[in-house]
């Protein structure tokens, strides 16, 4: 296997990434509650991006990224953002150059939502190259989507053009606009699933998925592919990560240093 290299923190990693099955690699995400993106998750899935992409570039496997059985991601760490404009514009900054990361990944992403995930851990969802969902998390409906309005925040535009991206056309007013959190099956007719399955079977599913991709998509055709699909977003995101903006919430930053 293939151990993530940080720098020695006191606390327990939050993001790790491993070899688990021949040509596939995996990036769990877990920090022991709800997976919020706050300053050290985000530096370390980056990091755990990095170490993947040299691995199964190499390989020329494919990526499964999961959580806990209870949760993807619950989104970004409120406890920052409500710490005043400075310290949410640099962790929006951080998700924006995490995701920029991850929306150009060059081999295969297959996205396992073994627990819920909701705002940029619904995201995460959109960025995958095919997302694979539990119906249920500790016997209650898998919860899918971004609920920025509920939460009174402005929505990064990197994740409104990731919704329009994605999204069935339909339903961006339910996604974006209300903010909705849907179930499994509502969630798949959305498009943030394209498979959802007993909660158990979800990551074997992702990892049978991710070693079939891996074998399907040839490289360098795969990279220069997906970047046809998925390079006006990344583009959207690295544009508003060099602009400067009147509106401090509105993740309009030079680029954070990871």
């Not at 539990?134 to 990197?158: C, I, Q, S, W, Y």
């Not at 056309?169 to 959802?196: C, K, M, N, T, W």
Request: glycine share 10%; hydrophobic share 45%; net charge neutral.
């Amino acid at each position: 296997s293939f151990g993530l290299k940080l720098e020695q923190i006191s606390r327990m990693p939050f993001a790790t990434y491993s070899r688990v099955s021949g040509k596939v690699g995996l990036i769990k995400l877990d920090d022991g509650k709800g997976n919020a993106f706050g300053h050290q998750m985000l530096r370390e899935a980056y990091e755990a991006l990095a170490v993947a992409e040299k691995d199964l570039l190499e390989c020329k496997g494919a990526l499964v990224i999961a959580g806990t059985e209870k949760v993807l991601s619950s989104g970004f760490d409120l406890s920052v953002m409500h710490n005043g404009p400075e310290a949410s514009a640099r962790l929006v900054n951080e998700g924006a150059a995490f995701i920029e990361r991850l929306v150009l990944f060059p081999r295969p992403v297959v996205v396992a939502a073994t627990g819920h995930a909701v705002a940029l851990g619904a995201f995460v969802l959109l960025t995958g190259d095919y997302r694979i969902g539990a119906t249920l998390v500790a016997g209650k409906p898998l919860k899918v989507g971004l609920n920025e309005t509920a939460n009174g925040m402005n929505m990064p535009d990197f994740f409104a053009e990731g919704a329009r991206a994605v999204l069935a056309p339909q339903y961006l007013r339910e996604s974006v606009a209300l903010g909705l959190i849907f179930d499994a099956p509502r969630a798949h007719a959305v498009g943030f699933l394209d498979e959802v399955i007993e909660p158990e079977k979800v990551l074997e599913t992702a990892v049978a998925k991710a070693a079939e991709l891996a074998s399907w998509c040839k490289h360098p055709a795969f990279k220069h592919n997906k970047r046809l699909v998925h390079g006006p977003l990344a583009a959207r995101v690295a544009k508003g990560r060099a602009e400067q903006g009147e509106e401090p919430l509105k993740w309009l930053h030079p680029p954070a240093k990871l």
